[in-house]
Nanobody, 114 residues
Framework: QVQLIESGGGLVQPGGSLRLSCTAS????????MAWYRQAPGKERELVAR???????IYADSVKGRFTALRDNAKNTFDLQMNSLKPEDTATYYC????????WGQGTQVTVSS
């Protein structure tokens, strides 16, 4: 079973930056796609960014121009660089991989507050 370990969450002021990291227990080439989702209290889980094995990354309209998904095949990591953070970005962020063994990470909390 694929294991995904997320890190990098925390508390940040509005306008600040955070970088989330998702480390996979197997090669990233095992996956058809990798993605970041988030879920705020009382809301449904929503897609933030999705990068297929081949093709371009898609982003939610709410994060376009502020978030960037980065893939490092050598380290088996899929990061989410988040800039110009807003209070509405507060949520638990989850890494997900798609393929023969779809898997979710355990989630990491991001809180944007002054």
């Amino acid at each position: 079973q694929v294991q995904l370990i997320e890190s990098g969450g925390g508390l940040v002021q509005p306008g600040g930056s955070l970088r989330l990291s998702c480390t996979a227990s197997v090669s990233l080439f095992s996956f058809n796609a990798m993605a970041w989702y988030r879920q705020a209290p009382g809301k449904e889980r929503e897609l933030v960014a999705r990068r297929p094995r081949w093709g371009t990354t898609i982003y939610a309209d709410s994060v376009k121009g502020r978030f960037t998904a980065l893939r490092d095949n050598a380290k088996n990591t899929f990061d989410l660089q988040m800039n110009s953070l807003k209070p509405e970005d507060t949520a638990t962020y989850y890494c997900r991989v798609e393929g023969d063994a779809p898997s979710w990470g355990q989630g990491t909390q991001v809180t944007v507050s002054s």
